[in-house]
């Protein structure tokens, strides 16, 4: 398994929250703590942006990409609509998670809950070559359920 290092900072409003840290051996997340000076209430069909009191230096060439955690989706229906969130390596600012709550009921987000994970990811960057016309394949321009169920 490869292995990269992350600086990161703690910000004060997040003292005494613990780092982001794996759940288990093989796991490809970490879960990302709610850094809330006191509870945050998300309404159904309402959005909230949620500090996690962290910042970052990701090495050049990955990003980090913030993560829904799927208990929080299926049980009160708590999503983060731009999943996945993407952190590019020169972003210095807070990770602060947008979460919804397309639920039946008011969700609270606790201090400490953990309300998100992130990944880390190796970056490809592209070089366009315009062309005229794409080399031909089997399937073409066929879309939207052209492959079947």
């Keep these: 398994m490869q292995r990269i290092q992350v600086v990161l900072k703690q910000l004060p409003h997040a ?11 093989h796991a490809a997340g970490m879960d990302l703590p709610a850094a809330v000076d006191e509870p945050v209430t998300i309404a159904p069909g309402a959005r909230a942006l949620i500090p996690t009191g962290l910042t970052l230096a990701i090495p050049e060439g990955y990003e980090a990409q913030i993560r829904p955690r799927s208990g929080l989706a299926l049980k009160h229906g708590i999503i983060l609509p731009n999943s996945p969130g993407t952190i590019d390596a020169d972003y210095r600012g807070e990770l602060k998670i947008i979460v919804a709550n397309i639920g039946d009921e008011p969700f609270v987000v606790q201090r400490g ?9 190796p970056v490809v960057q592209t070089q366009w070559q315009q062309r005229d016309e794409l080399p031909d394949t089997e399937r073409g321009a066929g879309g939207f359920g052209s492959t079947g169920r």
């Design 113 to 121: 809950e953990r309300i998100a994970q992130i990944v880390f990811a």
């Design 15 to 25: 003292a005494g929250l613990p780092l982001p840290a794996y759940q288990s051996a």
